[in-house]
């Protein structure tokens, strides 16, 4: 085989490991995203069916509840326009409050609740997870926006 064909043969081989490596190194950061996504995402389900995904929002005054096993909790999670179901068993974060921001890591169950794996707390009161604090701007600016619309047209 001549020099210049050996050369080849190894720039293909090298071209060939690159792909896979590639290929690999994606798979592993897809299969390791996890996405944020608000309860108006999931009420209007744009969400990952039996994927993991991240859901923030505020956790609904009076909607604590606690089961006699002292580790699994309900409560509702809202972002002033819509809200979601949440469970989660297991010890809360200390900075847990109803009427704060929190963002909880798990699936949707085939009951319509989201089944909290993970949940994580704000950390002081001028703090609240930038996904959150966004989503919910969002969610006002568009009430804003469809209470405008509505009194133009009421005119």
Do not use: C, W
């Amino acid at each position: 085989m001549k020099p210049r064909h050996k050369r080849m043969v190894m720039i293909v081989l090298a071209l060939v490991v690159l792909a896979v490596a590639a290929t690999l190194v994606l798979r592993a950061f897809n299969s390791n995203l996890v996405f944020f996504f608000t309860p108006s995402d999931v009420v209007a389900n744009k969400v990952p069916q039996q994927k993991t995904f991240r859901l923030g929002g505020l956790v609904e005054q009076g909607s604590l509840q606690r089961q006699d096993n002292g580790l699994t909790v309900h409560f509702r999670l809202t972002d002033n326009a819509q809200t979601v179901k949440v469970v989660y068993t297991g010890i809360l974060p200390d900075l847990f409050r109803e009427g704060r921001g929190a963002v909880t890591e798990g699936r949707m169950g085939p009951d319509g609740e989201f089944h909290a794996e993970q949940v994580l707390a704000k950390h002081d009161e001028n703090y609240m997870p930038p996904e959150v604090a966004e989503a919910l701007k969002k969610t006002e600016q568009d009430r804003q926006a469809a209470a405008a619309a509505t009194g133009a047209q009421g005119k």
